[in-house]
């Protein structure tokens, strides 16, 4: 014979949680007691009010509310990240153009990047009044490549999001490396030279 | 689709920039949302202006999200951290759970039925849910939470036990208790 004095189960027979077993046993303990059967009866109403509360009302505009709220976050998180992968990506097609149109060995690319870079800051100077006469010319050129190629970029890393943002900088990684054993080549032939 | 995979392909997409993506989001969870904390809170304008406040703090926290877990629990998980830190802040006496309760709840312990006037032979049931509601305001917001978790928003008690990282016997047992303090209370009015 079940314990009348498990007012907890009454409550856990409504919501369906009793296991098979203890809902056997409570509802044949049921059959027989008068007295559990009224107060299960005033425990379903309470259930059925219990479980239809009305809901509070929400403004059909909420959500935009919400929205107008919510600041440019993603756009803000990524948008140094966009930058650096855009330089990177497009310092890997300015040499692969070099590499295509010179037919020089990728490593001799490098090699010539890095004996550029060490050649000495007055030997530039000269090349850079030269290069800022010509650069004018280039420049309006240049700047609609480079916009559009921004913006190619941008459209690729958003639809590549944070995995393909991930891909880039590894590339842009590898590439550092390359570099790095270029310029350490460079070094070691001008040791035997 | 299912409920549980489709919050996850809106997550996914909302973390992608995606924000209609976090707009239906917002959308399906408004009303419940607001259910949970108008009853916490008691007031409608608070209620929605916390329900703002959560969205705004899930977005952020997007990226913490895993989607091996339910959407709904951890969401409402951080609602639920929300509402304890408005509290806190408004140093307004909380209640933990494993504190006892004063008063006549205190002793809430199993009990043989009680066969004396009826509160639902008494009342219609619209009157029930009017005292309800007043009822839900007296009692302690622990165990309102609870009583709300499970009967106005629906999760299985397991899932409560997630939001409130609580054994399901100890949320079993409390709502329970939840649910005895609101009946003596309206037996009482």
């Known amino acids: 014979m079940r314990d009348c004095r498990n007012a907890e189960s009454f409550y856990l027979y409504l919501e369906e949680?009793?296991?098979?077993?203890?809902?056997?046993?409570?509802?044949?303990?049921?059959?027989?007691?008068?007295?559990?059967?009224?107060?299960?009866?005033?425990?379903?109403?309470?259930?059925?009010?219990?479980?239809?509360?009305?809901?509070?009302?929400?403004?059909?505009?909420?959500?935009?509310?919400?929205?107008?709220?919510?600041?440019?976050?993603?756009?803000?998180?990524?948008?140094?990240?966009?930058?650096?992968?855009?330089?990177?990506?497009?310092?890997?097609?300015?040499?692969?153009?070099?590499?295509?149109?010179?037919?020089?060995?990728?490593?001799?690319?490098?090699?010539?990047?890095?004996?550029?870079?060490?050649?000495?800051?007055?030997?530039?100077?000269?090349?850079?009044?030269?290069?800022?006469?010509?650069?004018?010319?280039?420049?309006?050129?240049?700047?609609?490549?480079?916009?559009?190629?921004?913006?190619?970029?941008?459209?690729?890393?958003?639809?590549?999001?944070?995995d393909g943002i991930g891909l880039i900088l590894g590339l842009g990684l590898l590439l550092s490396v390359l570099l790095f054993f270029g310029a350490k080549r460079l070094l070691s032939l001008g040791e035997k030279i | 689709m299912s409920s549980f995979s489709e919050d996850s392909t809106l997550v996914a997409r909302a973390l992608k920039g995606d924000r209609k993506a976090?707009?239906?989001?917002?959308?399906?969870?408004?009303?419940?949302?607001?259910?949970?904390?108008?009853?916490?809170?008691?007031?409608?304008?608070?209620?929605?202006?916390?329900?703002?406040?959560?969205?705004?703090?899930?977005?952020?926290?997007?990226?913490?999200?895993?989607?091996?877990?339910?959407?709904?629990?951890w969401l409402f998980k951080i609602a639920s951290n929300h509402l304890i830190d408005h509290w806190r802040k408004k140093k307004l006496p909380t209640l933990s759970l494993d504190q006892p309760v004063d008063g006549d709840e205190a002793t809430l312990t199993p009990q043989v039925p009680d066969p004396g006037p009826s509160v639902a032979r008494k009342f219609e049931l619209a009157e029930i849910r009017q005292k309800i509601e007043r009822a839900l305001d007296a009692i302690p917001e622990a165990f309102r939470e609870l009583f709300v978790l499970r009967h106005v928003n629906e999760f299985s008690y397991e899932e409560i036990a997630d939001i409130k990282s609580l054994p399901v016997g100890t949320v079993k047992n409390r709502v329970f208790q939840a649910k005895e303090m609101l009946r003596k209370r309206m037996e009482g009015s």
Request: with cysteine.
């Open chain 2, 22 to 73: 976090f707009e239906m989001i917002v959308r399906k969870y408004e009303q419940p949302l607001t259910n949970y904390l108008g009853r916490m809170t008691g007031e409608r304008e608070a209620a929605l202006d916390f329900t703002q406040e959560v969205f705004i703090k899930v977005y952020c926290s997007l990226g913490s999200y895993r989607p091996a877990y339910k959407f709904s629990t």
């Open chain 1, 17 to 162: 949680e009793l296991d098979p077993s203890g809902r056997r046993e409570f509802e044949a303990h049921l059959a027989h007691c008068p007295s559990c059967r009224d107060v299960l009866a005033e425990r379903r109403l309470l259930h059925e009010a219990f479980t239809s509360l009305p809901p509070f009302e929400v403004p059909p505009d909420f959500a935009l509310s919400v929205m107008a709220r919510i600041p440019e976050a993603a756009a803000e998180k990524t948008g140094w990240l966009a930058a650096l992968a855009s330089g990177l990506a497009a310092l890997v097609v300015g040499l692969l153009g070099f590499y295509i149109l010179t037919g020089e060995s990728l490593s001799d690319v490098l090699i010539a990047v890095s004996r550029s870079l060490g050649s000495g800051f007055g030997r530039l100077l000269p090349l850079f009044a030269k290069l800022l006469k010509v650069g004018d010319l280039l420049l309006d050129v240049a700047s609609d490549f480079m916009a559009m190629l921004g913006k190619g970029l941008v459209a690729l890393l958003s639809s590549l999001g944070p």
